[in-house]
C-alpha cells in the first residue's frame, strides 16, 4: 500500500508519560502468501499533550518485517502526552479472506 496515510488516534484522557508502543499483530487470520495480516511496514509514532495543536514524531519505523504474530515493542524518549497516533504509509500483505483490501489490521496497542 502506497495511497494516503491511515492512523488510529488513541486518548489517554490526560497527560501521561510515555516511553513505549506495544503492537498486537491480529493473529485471527494469516496474510495473504503467510505472516500476519496488515502490520503496518512504515509508520510513524506521534503524540500530542494536552491544548497542544501539533504532534510530536517520537518513533518512525521503515521496512518493519512481518512479525509473524508475534507482538513488537517500539520504545522512545519518555514523553508526555495525552494522544497517541500511529499514522502508517505502508502496510503489509492484506488478509488472506481479502486480497484486494489493504487495512491497518492490529488486536491490541499497549502503551507504556
Do not use: C, H
Not at 501521561?16 to 511496514?41: C, I, K
Not at 514523553?79 to 500511529?86: E, G, K, Q, V, W
Amino acid at each position: 500500500m502506497s495511497a494516503s496515510p491511515v492512523w488510529v488516534e488513541i486518548d489517554l484522557g490526560t497527560d501521561t508519560d510515555l516511553d513505549a508502543v506495544r503492537l498486537f499483530p491480529r493473529t485471527d487470520t494469516s496474510a495473504a502468501g503467510g505472516g500476519t495480516a496488515g502490520f503496518p511496514v512504515d509508520f510513524t509514532l506521534q503524540t500530542r499533550a494536552d491544548g497542544a495543536t501539533t504532534y510530536t514524531t517520537v518513533r518512525t519505523v521503515t521496512g518493519q518485517p512481518n512479525p509473524n504474530g508475534l507482538p513488537q515493542t517500539y520504545g522512545f524518549k519518555t514523553t508526555t502526552a495525552r494522544y497517541l497516533r500511529l499514522q502508517a504509509t505502508r502496510l503489509g500483505a492484506p488478509a488472506a479472506d481479502e486480497t484486494t483490501r489493504y487495512r491497518l489490521q492490529l488486536a491490541e496497542i499497549r502503551i507504556g
